[in-house]
């Protein structure tokens, strides 16, 4: 016989949800997170969880053209994208407890119940799958201490996969409350131009398909090309029972860090404040006000070339693409992106680097496109072009450097060429007996020794001086996600060819001074790779530094053309 008991959570946290109808991909994680902003900014503790009803136990085995970017926690979790979207709105680190997969629920499931934890029970969607969903939800808060929990339920309404998701949050509401718990749902409000009005009828259906399932949504959070006309809003109030304030236009904004604002103003805070019976508080929103105008009003701009090969699909680059803006908004200045196919000048259309004030190659997996990106570093330490290498970056820059400097002919990576005679790039030792792909590279955060005296250190200044003060000398931290390393055989070769190895991990047995983190050219205007992501841990609030540093010398370098006769400092 079966027992259906609740699962309590934590007794002083509230949880707000948030779920999608009629599309995917409406924006449902820049509305999560600008909520989020929105406490933050009025001081409370807050956390997110993504829920992916997808049955991948994480993000980490999927191609970057389905799903967009990989993005790496601190503890070395995998994600989804969104993960790193409220990070950097809500300026907080998230873990591997904050993104829920299908594949996590249901293996924890199971592996119970092999263990006999459920006593003989029949395993059942209801009570045991949707008790463990929440059980992550409420343990998520608990771990992060957080006094407010949002929770993004991916996909869409009407999903297969959705809705044992679904059934679990319409349960919450039971066990927490309703003043702990509160519903918002995301819709699409299309324009047809032949009638030239907005059509509801889809948010319509898509609330009662949400309430076939037990959720009366508390407020709906519109997705328009512009602002929600007054007549819609009382229509859609009226036919989906939601009170006609507690209806929100999203519509598109120039910079999607204006988002928080746009809510703010309309009173989603408000919602926010009276349903969960919060303390009215006026938020601190001057950084956001602050960001939004450098983006509207720039000082300067510059052009920043990425050699990649995921280039038709920009979410495989998202933090990336964001690292870079928050480093032009340090700059006062606003960042033009050109996609560059690596394949294309692996093919010989490398002068189209030249319009380029700076040149960044990112991270990526794969021979495809290799000998486009060495050409691409090539020309940026030929040309005295700001270059920024990140992971993969890094090993194809010491690729070229090998090649063309050190005297090491046919140099390159063991992915790329198991049979180079020069393997400068090697697997990792511990990745030899590696069987798996999921959660098997380097991962997470790791310990970067900076060496004195460099580009690095100049750059790592204010981590460095906060380091020290907690008792790391000479050490930051950055997120990983990588199998080959530089090989410690060729680094005196290389170092005495004159590349400048300015970060090493410390402390690795048997690597002698350690991992190679960072490489620098002495003498270059800027010419930087680093094995880490540092995009990962770039805030609006706080720009990462390597980026901060590229993008001051793109602009150095943009001024330097434009007033030839004026001498930078």
């Not at 959720?215 to 512009?226: A, F, N, T, Y």
Request: aromatic share 8%; hydrophobic share 40%; with cysteine.
């Amino acid at each position: 016989m079966l027992r259906y008991v609740f699962v309590k959570g934590p007794q002083d946290t509230t949880y707000v949800f948030v779920t999608g109808g009629v599309v995917s991909s409406l924006g449902k994680g820049i509305a999560t997170s600008s909520i989020g902003a929105l406490l933050r900014a009025r001081g409370y503790r807050v956390s997110a969880v993504k829920i992916d009803p997808y049955i991948n136990v994480d993000a980490g085995t999927m191609r970057p053209y389905e799903h967009g970017e990989v993005f790496v926690t601190e503890d070395g979790a995998e994600t989804d994208l969104d993960i790193g979207t409220y990070e950097r709105f809500l300026d907080i680190d998230l873990g591997r407890g904050n993104n829920v997969t299908t594949g996590q629920v249901y293996q924890a499931v199971i592996q119970k119940e092999r263990q006999g934890a459920y006593l003989s029970q029949t395993v059942q969607v209801i009570p045991h799958v949707t008790d463990e969903i929440k059980s992550r939800i409420y343990q998520a808060g608990e771990d992060d201490g957080a006094e407010i929990v949002l929770v993004e339920v991916g996909g869409t309404v009407g999903d297969i996969e959705s809705l044992p998701f679904l059934e679990a949050i319409r349960q919450v509401r039971f066990e927490v409350g309703r003043e702990r718990s509160l519903y918002l749902h995301v819709t699409l409000l299309p324009y047809l131009g032949s009638s030239e009005e907005y059509k509801t009828k889809p948010t319509q259906h898509s609330v009662a398909t949400l309430r076939g399932v037990g959720i009366q949504p508390d407020g709906l959070i519109l997705r328009s090309r512009s602002a929600l006309p007054p007549e819609a809003r009382t229509k859609i109030a009226l036919f989906t029972n939601v009170e006609a304030d507690a209806v929100f236009s999203a519509y598109d904004a120039d910079h999607v860090y204006a988002v928080p604002e746009m809510l703010e103003q309309q009173g989603i805070a408000r919602l926010l404040e009276r349903h969960l019976k919060l303390e009215r508080v006026t938020p601190e929103l001057r950084v956001w006000h602050e960001a939004v105008r450098v983006l509207r009003q720039p000082d300067t701009n510059v052009s920043i070339g990425v050699v990649g090969k995921y280039v038709a699909m920009p979410d495989a680059y998202l933090s990336l693409m964001e690292a870079l803006k928050h480093a032009g908004i340090a700059n006062r200045a606003r960042v033009d992106i050109d996609w560059v196919s690596a394949e294309a000048v692996a093919e010989g259309d490398v002068e189209q680097l030249a319009a380029f004030d700076g040149i960044l190659v990112p991270g990526g997996f794969g021979v495809r496109g290799i000998e486009g990106k060495v050409r691409a570093a090539r020309f940026a330490r030929e040309g005295g072009v700001p270059f920024l290498g990140i992971c993969l970056g890094l090993q194809v820059a010491v690729i070229e450097f090998a090649r063309h400097v050190a005297g090491l002919d046919g140099a390159n990576s063991t992915e790329f060429d198991p049979y180079t005679p020069h393997p400068v790039i090697d697997l990792m030792p511990e990745q030899l007996e590696v069987e798996g792909l999921g959660g098997t590279m380097r991962l997470g955060s790791w310990p970067m020794r900076v060496a004195p005296a460099t580009l690095l250190a100049e750059l790592y200044a204010g981590r460095l001086e906060a380091a020290a003060h907690a008792g790391h000398h000479d050490t930051v931290s950055e997120r990983h996600r990588h199998r080959y390393e530089v090989n410690p055989a060729y680094v005196d070769a290389l170092k005495a060819a004159g590349l400048v190895v300015s970060g090493v991990t410390p402390g690795m047995a048997g690597r002698g001074e350690g991992l190679v983190e960072a490489i620098e050219l002495p003498g270059h205007p800027f010419f930087l790779g680093l094995q880490s992501h540092p995009e990962f841990t770039s805030r609006l609030m706080r720009a990462s530094p390597p980026f901060t540093g590229f993008i001051r010398a793109a602009v150095r370098r943009r001024s330097e053309l434009l007033n030839p006769d004026v001498v930078t400092a």
